[in-house]
C-alpha cells in the first residue's frame, strides 16, 4: 500500500480548478457522472441525463453539462439509493465539499479528511454538518458526536443531532454494508456522491481490486466525491470514496475506496463498550 499513491477527493470552491480534476479509464466506464434528482426524460435510447461538465477554455465548471442516455432501470437505480447519500461540509472549511451517507439510526459514514479538511483531529465535531435530500425540505443537519475515526484508514462514524423542526437522519433508509466485497475485472461497481458541489450524481464502471484495506474502482469522480459509497450490484455498500489516482482521464487512472469490510471489523473491535452504536448498523 505504501506505493499507492493518489489524490485525497476533497473539493474546495474558494481555489481555482484543476484542469482534468476528474478520473476516467475509458475502457472501464460503463457510464459516465450524471445529476440524480432531476426529471425522467425517457426517450427510445433510454433516459436523458445530465453531467458536470469541464470548460476547457478557462477551466471552469458547468453544473449541467453534456447530455447522455443510460438505462431507464440504471437512472431509477441510482435516484432511490441516492436518497440516503447526502451532501457533506467539514466542520473546518465552509468552502469545502464532500459526501456522506446514512447507516442506521442518526449514524453516517464519511470520510476523515470530510469531518476535517486539516486532518488533525479526527474526533471533534466542530460544525461539520450534512444537506438532507428533497424528501426531508434540504433541512441541514449538525454533528452530535463522533462515534469513531481513523486517520489512517480515513474513515469516520458520525451520529447526527435531530434537526429543531423534527427532521432527522433517522428517517432516511439506511444503506446496506456488505459483508463480503466481490473483486474481479468484471465486477461492477457503482458510486453516488457531490462532485465539485454540485449536489448527488452517481456513475458506474467495471473492475474491484483489492489492494490491503482498501481497493481499486474504475467508476468516474471528480473533487468532491470523498466519503461517498461505492455499491455493487445488490445495492450493497462495499467501500467509502476516498480518492483518486495521480493520473487522470487516461487508461491509467484508478480510484480508490476503503473496504467496507475493513471499516466494519475497526468498528466492531474499538466500539465494544458501544453495543446500541453498533447494534445500529444495517450490516
Not at 505504501?2 to 476516467?24: A, E, M, Y
Not at 442506521?104 to 476535517?116: K, M
Not at 444537506?131 to 462514524?157: G, I, M, P
Not at 455499491?231 to 476516498?242: A, L, P, S, T
Request: a positive charge; glycine letters at 8%.
Amino acid at each position: 500500500m505504501k506505493n499507492l499513491l493518489f489524490i485525497i477527493l476533497i473539493t474546495i470552491v474558494s481555489l481555482p480548478s484543476f484542469g482534468n480534476d476528474r478520473s476516467i479509464k475509458p475502457s472501464r466506464m460503463l457510464f459516465n457522472l450524471f445529476k440524480l434528482n432531476t426529471s425522467k426524460k425517457l426517450t427510445d435510447k433510454g433516459v436523458k441525463v445530465f453531467g458536470v461538465k469541464l470548460n476547457e477554455r478557462d477551466d471552469s465548471y458547468l453544473q449541467f453539462g453534456n447530455s447522455f442516455y443510460i438505462p431507464e432501470k440504471s437512472f431509477n437505480r441510482a435516484n432511490k439509493l441516492g436518497k440516503s447519500v447526502f451532501r457533506a461540509t467539514p466542520g473546518d472549511e465552509s468552502n469545502a465539499h464532500g459526501t456522506a451517507f446514512a447507516v442506521g439510526g442518526n449514524l453516517l459514514l464519511t470520510n476523515q479528511h470530510v469531518l476535517s479538511k486539516s486532518r488533525k483531529n479526527t474526533t471533534e465535531c466542530r460544525s461539520f454538518r450534512i444537506r438532507l435530500n428533497d424528501s426531508q425540505k434540504n433541512k441541514t443537519l449538525y454533528c452530535k458526536e463522533v462515534h469513531y475515526c481513523s486517520k489512517r484508514l480515513d474513515f469516520c462514524l458520525i451520529e447526527m443531532k435531530d434537526h429543531k423542526r423534527g427532521y432527522s437522519l433517522d428517517k432516511e433508509t439506511p444503506l446496506k454494508l456488505a459483508s463480503v466485497i466481490p473483486y474481479g475485472d468484471q465486477t461492477e461497481a457503482m458510486i453516488i456522491g457531490n462532485p465539485i458541489g454540485f449536489g448527488l450524481h452517481a456513475s458506474k464502471g467495471l473492475g474491484v481490486v483489492k489492494v490491503n484495506s482498501l481497493f481499486k474502482f474504475f467508476a468516474p469522480v471528480w473533487g468532491g466525491n470523498s466519503g461517498g459509497p461505492v455499491f455493487n450490484k445488490f445495492n450493497e455498500v462495499i467501500g467509502v470514496v476516498r480518492a483518486q489516482s495521480p493520473t487522470l482521464m487516461s487508461e491509467k487512472s484508478y480510484n480508490v475506496a476503503v473496504r467496507i469490510d475493513t471499516i466494519i471489523s475497526v468498528l466492531k473491535a474499538n466500539l465494544n463498550n458501544k453495543p446500541g452504536v453498533l447494534n445500529k448498523l444495517n450490516l
